[in-house]
């Protein structure tokens, strides 16, 4: 997996391909997944992981938020944590 640092920010994206489904005929969406992290709040994180998304990936149909987690550190919550699915349609 790569990682990219952004300060407070951290992304790690991987990829899958899908096809069909709810798309209407001869399009082929793609899902990257990528983990967000925020120091201010899981809405952060989500927005954070949105906003980089939309710098890279053209297409962006949809968001799904896969999974929350906190970083504790010295029993305060120091990260927000995030896991999203991000859904695009590939160009031709």
Do not use: Q
């Not at 939309?54 to 999974?67: M, S």
Request: hydrophobic share 40%; charged share 30%; proline share 3%.
């Amino acid at each position: 997996m790569i990682t990219v640092d952004t300060g407070h920010h951290k992304l790690i994206p991987c990829r899958k391909t899908i096809v069909g489904g709810d798309m209407p005929e001869g399009r082929v969406a793609r899902v990257t997944e990528i983990v967000a992290g925020s120091p201010k709040s899981f809405d952060d994180a989500i927005m954070v992981g949105f906003r980089r998304a939309t710098k890279t990936l053209r297409g962006i149909t949809g968001i799904k938020v896969k999974d929350m987690r906190a970083k504790v550190e010295e029993g305060k919550i120091t990260e927000y944590r995030v896991t999203l699915d991000v859904l695009f349609i590939l160009e031709n």
